[in-house]
């Protein structure tokens, strides 16, 4: 089992930026795929971002071009930068192993990063 903490969400105004980070005990991210998805009550968990083992990056096409993901290797992080934030990006942020079928790998989530947008 992985287990994974996230940090950094806020409050921010639509337009604005946050920077999502996700660190996973247990095991290197070098050696995953990482995933950050997101919640909404009442919705379930959705994939937005996903970066490869080999360092390819996929996402949702609600947040290409406004969000990137990226990884240190050294300090063990997965990142995501939210730019251009919009109000539908307020969401539980969480990261994962994503499958191939984008269903979470490891059943145990982080308590994950609350980001609200506002208008």
Known sequence: QVQFVESGGGLVQAGGSLRLSCTASGRTVSILSIGWYRQVPGKERELVAV??????????????????????????????????????DTAVYYCNVPRSDNTPLFPVWGQGTQVTVSS
């Not at 990226?70 to 930068?81: F, G, I, P």
């Open 51 to 88: 970066i490869r083992t080999g360092g390819n990056t996929n996402y949702e096409d609600s947040v290409q071009g406004r969000f990137t993901i990226s990884r240190d290797v050294a300090k063990n992080m997965v990142y995501l930068q939210m730019n251009t934030v919009k109000p539908e």
